[in-house]
Structure formats: structure tokens, C-alpha cells
């Protein structure tokens, strides 16, 4: 039943060549919705997920990013809050889109697509456009120590994580002069403020204003996103492998970033963000801070270390994971980011956990299956309670179950891989799938 649910909101969510992440909060298509999203697809549709992610590729810059929103020209104007006339900017394929990027899992949810059905002529394509990604990143936001580094909450995908209250105190909010949307669909107490909103425009504005180049007041360096830089350079190591080329040069970046994540942002137990402007580090208990789990070479101390934090100070032995930990001042169950269980944050951290900790990663799984059960596909789920927010029919929600289904089994019944989206996808491979993208 559940299986079907998830493919069902999948399928009312997909677009012709991608899936919005929900019809009225987020009606264009979002750079790792998109990724997670096809994690899900390719149990069922192996081919929906490889044209999600060739679709997202076709709005990919010249300078190789990524962004994170592409808008479909066919909603109307003012259905999503700042839209195109807000950003002003167009991608080589004539796509209006915004000018940030968010963590780049795209190369791991392309390797996984291709674990599920084989399909080396999609790597084949698919790979250089993953290789420009990845060096957009290194050109344009690499330290001296290694490290990538983010110019809005937004690129974090955890924008409202209490994490940035202190990065984002520095930003002056502008002139409000905008109206939100996001308020029409979900209520005013699990979004952020309008306080943060003023200063989230603020901030893309100064962006945009410098020719999308300059970072100005929020300059931060992020676990999440440079623990999905690193596993994307695993990925693509194999990706490689399979194309044929050298693997190696990919294995080099993964264990460099892995280095320079511990040398920099490893302290007490967690990974935490830096903040550019201070030079310091921003001492917050955010779950992003146990995402490096994913990485492979994690030394076995600090993946101990990690596992120890999750228990203590994510209440991890009940089965979720909170988006912020519950003993932290700022933990909001509901308010978006700052505190609640989000299915992709839960799905990264149990990517590191079903080899080395199994006894851990099936609570997880069981956590999150049981929190669709009772609350549907929500955007977000209070972690004690597994009450549903934000919006409905959420597009990585629904996928990242299948996904977890696939590996993990549901109801004591075995993992059955593809199998589990075949039967579920009884809806049918429509024909509504276009693969016109980079065409
Ligand atoms: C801004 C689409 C996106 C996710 C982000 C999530 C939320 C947007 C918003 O929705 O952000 O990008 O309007 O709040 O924070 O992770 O990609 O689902």
C-alpha cells in the first residue's frame, strides 16, 4: 500500500522530463530534489530517473553549475517566490533559472540509477556534465584548505537551520518590497520568519547583482555539502570505471576532501560549519554535522565518535533522526530545519550507517516507514510525535521510501531491490516520459 502511495505521488508530481518536488509549494524543478527523487524513480522506472537527471543537466551553466532551481515556463508568474523575474538569468539551453546551487548529489543518485538497471551509455553522458559540476565548485568556492564553501542558506538545502542564525545576524535584511508564497500552503509557524526571508532575498540579490559571482555577507563553509562533494567523487570514480577512463583522479579529490573535512570542521563529536567572514567555527548541533558519515574513508575513531553524538545527541535509538538536536535551545519539532526529521537527511546519514552500524541503519529505515504510515508523504515529520508538516505528497519523501524499502525490506519482509518499485509501479511507465533533454 505504501509503495503505491509513494509511486503514486511520484507520478501525480512528474512533469514530462522531471518531478516537481510538490504541485503548489515548489512547482519548478529543484537541482537535488531532483537527485533524491530519481534515487526513488529508478526502483520503478529506471528510465524516469535517468531522464530526471539528464533533464536537470540541461539547465547546467557554462561555468559548469548547477542551479537549483529550474523554472518551467508554463507556471504562471508569482506561483513560487523569487521566480525568474526575480533572478533574471537564463542557462545556455534558454532556461530561466536561479543563480546558486545546492550539494551536489547528483553523481551518487546517477551511480545508483545505474546500479539498479545498467546502463553505461547513460554514464557515458552524463559524466562530463558531473565532472563540470564538481569543478564549477573548485574553481569558484574552494579554500586554500580543501574546502567548498556556500553563499546562501539556500545552497545548504537546510536553509533554515539554526546553524546560520549567527553566519546570518551579519546580513542586513533589505527593504521587504517582495510577497511571499511559500505562506499560502504551509502555516506561518513551521516556515521561516520574515525576518530570514528578508535577508534570504537580500543576500541572492547582492549575488545576482554581482554578475552571480561575488560572495557577500553569508560566506560559510558546510559538512553536508562537502560531505556530498566528496561522495560524489567516489561516485564518479566508478562512473568512470565504468566509462573506461581513470577512476583514480576521482579517488584522490574523495580522500582529500575527506581529509580536509576532518582537519577543519571535525571537533567534539560532530562536524560543524565554518563561518568564512569569522574564520571560526560554528559550534551548532546540526544533524549535517553527521553526513560525512557517507564517506567511505572516514577514519574508524571518528566514525565511532559520530555514532556516539547520534545517540546522544540525536536520540538516534528511537528510530529518526531530528534535523537539530532535541537537547539544543533552538529545537523546533515543526519549524522547518530547526529541529524536525526531513527523509533526505535521515536517507544520507543511513548511507554511512547500513555497512558499519546495520543494527543502527534498520531502526532508521523502520523510523521512516513508520513515519509515512501514520503521516503521509509529508514534507517534514516532528520527531517525537511523527506528526506530518509542510506540505503533502512530497516528491523525495515518497521516493527516498522506495529506495529504503528496496534495500531494507518492509514488515519483516525481505529487501527485494527493483522488484519493490515494479509491483508498485503497477500505475505504468507512462508514456509521458521525454527524453529530449541535451539532445
Ligand atoms: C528554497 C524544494 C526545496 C528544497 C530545500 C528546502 C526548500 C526552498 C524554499 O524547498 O527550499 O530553495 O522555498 O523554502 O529547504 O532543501 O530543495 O523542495
Not at 112 to 118: D, F
Not at 202 to 217: E, K, M, Q, T, V
Amino acid at each position: 500500500m505504501i509503495l503505491r502511495d509513494a509511486v503514486r505521488v511520484l507520478v501525480a508530481n512528474w512533469d514530462g522530463g522531471y518531478t516537481v518536488p510538490s504541485r503548489r509549494l515548489y512547482p519548478h524543478q529543484w537541482s537535488w530534489d531532483s537527485a533524491f527523487t530519481a534515487i526513488g524513480n529508478a526502483r520503478w522506472s529506471p528510465r524516469r530517473a535517468r531522464t530526471e537527471l539528464l533533464s536537470l543537466f540541461g539547465a547546467q551553466w557554462e561555468d559548469g553549475r548547477v542551479p537549483h532551481i529550474v523554472f518551467n515556463p508554463r507556471v504562471p508568474d508569482g506561483a513560487y517566490f523569487p521566480g525568474p523575474e526575480f533572478w533574471q538569468v537564463r542557462a545556455p539551453s534558454g532556461s530561466a533559472t536561479s543563480g546558486i546551487v545546492q550539494p551536489p548529489v547528483h553523481a551518487l543518485a546517477a551511480w545508483k540509477a545505474h546500479l539498479v538497471e545498467p546502463d553505461p551509455a547513460f554514464l557515458r553522458r552524463i559524466y562530463p556534465r558531473l565532472v563540470a559540476q564538481q569543478a564549477f565548485l573548485r574553481a569558484a568556492r574552494r579554500s586554500p584548505e580543501g574546502l567548498i564553501s556556500i553563499v546562501h542558506p539556500w545552497e545548504s538545502g537546510m536553509d533554515n537551520s539554526p546553524a546560520w542564525d549567527l553566519p546570518l545576524s551579519a546580513v542586513r535584511p533589505g527593504q521587504a518590497g517582495f510577497v511571499r508564497r511559500d505562506l499560502n500552503d504551509v502555516s506561518a509557524d513551521e516556515r521561516p520568519t520574515d525576518r530570514d526571508y528578508e535577508r534570504y532575498v537580500a543576500l541572492a540579490r547582492a549575488y545576482r547583482d554581482s554578475g552571480y559571482r561575488d560572495p557577500g555577507a553569508f560566506h560559510v563553509e558546510d559538512p553536508l555539502f562537502n560531505a556530498a562533494y566528496g561522495a560524489a567523487e567516489c561516485a564518479l570514480a566508478r562512473i568512470a570505471d565504468v566509462c573506461g577512463l581513470d577512476p583514480e583522479p576521482h579517488e584522490r579529490e574523495a580522500a582529500a576532501m575527506t581529509a580536509a573535512l576532518v582537519e577543519n570542521l571535525y571537533d567534539d563529536g560532530l562536524f560543524h560549519p565554518r563561518d568564512l567572514r569569522t574564520g571560526c567555527l560554528v559550534r551548532s548541533n546540526s544533524a549535517a554535522g553527521l553526513t560525512p558519515l557517507m564517506l567511505p574513508e572516514l577514519p574508524r575513531e571518528i566514525v565511532n565518535a559520530l555514532v556516539g553524538t547520534a545517540l546522544d545527541r540525536f536520540a538516534l535509538k528511537d528510530g529518526v533522526l531530528p534535523s537539530f538536536s532535541p537537547a539544543a535551545p533552538e529545537f523546533d519539532p515543526a519549524r522547518y530545519w530547526r529541529g524536525p526529521s526531513w527523509i533526505n537527511l535521515t536517507w544520507l546519514v543511513w548511507q554511512g550507517l547500513k555497512e558499519r552500524r546495520p543494527d543502527l541503519a534498520g531502526p532508521l529505515a523502520d523510523g521512516v516507514i513508520s513515519a509515512v504510515t501514520q503521516s503521509g508523504f509529508r514534507e517534514y515529520f516532528d520527531p517525537f510525535t511523527m506528526r506530518g508538516h509542510g506540505c503533502r505528497d512530497f516528491s523525495w519523501s515518497a521516493a527516498l521510501v522506495l529506495d529504503m524499502v528496496a534495500e531494507h525490506g518492509l514488515d519483516g519482509l525481505p529487501a527485494a531491490g527493483r522488484e519493490v518499485g515494479e509491483e508498485a509501479g503497477g500505475l505504468g511507465e507512462s508514456d509521458d516520459v521525454s527524453d529530449h533533454v541535451l539532445a
